[in-house]
């Protein structure tokens, strides 16, 4: 896990907090809007307006009683999502090709493997300020069923975000141009976050479809947040959505490693 320099992971990842620190400071208020407001509304829109048109069929809403209850925990797992990709394409494309911070970066005692951590971690801290704000704005509207689900499922909303983190950042250090990133989001961030059941059950996809959405990582973030906050866990069923994620958290993470360091030092 060390690089050439022969620092440690957490000794490299910790000589850029300044740097990130000060990117945030510059950067934050342009996140507001994305990362608070646009999600508040979509749940406001779709849950609080259009749910009460909809019955709260706990049969039929995975064991929600209201559809603002359902839709609430898979939209937040999605907006962990969208704040990964966003973090992970062009910031790295960018650190690369444009401004290349990533050079100057390993020009230091840095490594490759240094720099993919620091700039893992900044995404992690991004994931918990925006889901974290996210679900504590939820509270007034009492869709959780236990004090504790929430935090579970911040968990899980971090962990499914992590994910795409690492697998995205793989993607984005092989790019050499950003017209890849509209593939990216229109094939894949677009249709996950419609298909992956967090406006609605996947069984309504049938037979093929519903197979298809329980195969993509999102859903199983989707799965885990629900099951925590309207407190209808199925324990196998959570161990499967953990292990799925942690695996490709893993493979994300090699696959980002090496992608970038074949860029920089290669």
């Given at each position: 896990?060390?690089?050439?320099?022969?620092?440690?992971?957490?000794?490299?990842?910790?000589?850029?907090?300044?740097?990130?620190?000060?990117?945030?400071?510059?950067?934050?208020?342009?996140?507001?809007?994305?990362?608070?407001?646009?999600?508040?509304?979509?749940?406001?829109?779709?849950?609080?307006?259009?749910?009460?048109?909809?019955?709260?069929?706990?049969?039929?809403?995975?064991?929600?009683?209201?559809?603002?209850?359902?839709?609430?925990?898979?939209?937040?797992?999605?907006?962990?999502?969208?704040?990964?990709?966003?973090?992970?394409?062009?910031?790295?494309?960018?650190?690369?090709?444009?401004?290349?911070?990533?050079?100057?970066?390993?020009?230091?005692?840095?490594?490759p493997v240094h720099v993919?951590?620091?700039?893992?971690?900044?995404?992690?801290?991004?994931?918990?300020?925006?889901?974290?704000?996210?679900?504590?704005?939820?509270?007034?509207?009492?869709?959780?069923?236990?004090?504790?689900?929430?935090?579970?499922?911040?968990?899980?909303?971090?962990?499914?975000?992590?994910?795409?983190?690492?697998?995205?950042?793989?993607?984005?250090a092989r790019l050499h141009?950003?017209?890849?990133?509209?593939?990216?989001?229109?094939?894949?961030?677009?249709?996950?976050?419609?298909?992956?059941?967090?406006?609605f059950p996947v069984d309504?996809?049938?037979?093929?479809?519903?197979?298809?959405?329980?195969?993509?990582?999102?859903?199983?973030?989707?799965?885990?947040?629900?099951?925590?906050?309207?407190?209808?866990?199925?324990?196998?069923?959570?161990?499967?959505?953990?292990?799925?994620?942690?695996?490709?958290?893993?493979?994300?993470?090699?696959?980002?490693?090496?992608?970038?360091?074949?860029?920089?030092?290669?």
């Amino acid at each position: 896990m060390a690089g050439s320099s022969g620092l440690s992971l957490m000794e490299g990842v910790g000589r850029q907090y300044d740097y990130w620190l000060t990117v945030y400071k510059r950067t934050w208020r342009g996140s507001i809007v994305s990362s608070f407001l646009a999600p508040l509304f979509i749940v406001v829109a779709m849950g609080v307006v259009l749910g009460g048109f909809i019955e709260g069929d706990p049969a039929e809403l995975e064991g929600a009683t209201s559809y603002l209850a359902f839709i609430v925990p898979g939209l937040v797992a999605a907006h962990a999502m969208q704040t990964a990709v966003s973090e992970t394409t062009y910031p790295v494309m960018g650190a690369i090709k444009w401004h290349k911070t990533y050079f100057a970066q390993i020009a230091t005692p840095l490594a490759p493997v240094h720099v993919v951590g620091g700039h893992l971690a900044f995404v992690l801290a991004r994931l918990l300020t925006s889901c974290g704000v996210f679900m504590l704005v939820l509270v007034p509207f009492d869709v959780f069923e236990t004090w504790w689900g929430p935090f579970l499922a911040l968990a899980a909303q971090l962990l499914v975000g992590m994910t795409f983190a690492a697998l995205v950042f793989g993607f984005s250090a092989r790019l050499h141009s950003d017209e890849g990133f509209g593939v990216l989001f229109r094939l894949g961030v677009f249709p996950l976050f419609l298909f992956s059941g967090a406006f609605f059950p996947v069984d309504n996809l049938g037979t093929v479809g519903s197979a298809l959405a329980r195969a993509t990582p999102l859903w199983h973030g989707v799965s885990l947040s629900r099951m925590f906050c309207v407190d209808e866990i199925d324990w196998s069923t959570a161990a499967v959505n953990v292990g799925v994620l942690v695996a490709l958290l893993v493979v994300g993470w090699l696959w980002a490693v090496s992608g970038l360091t074949r860029r920089l030092v290669t």
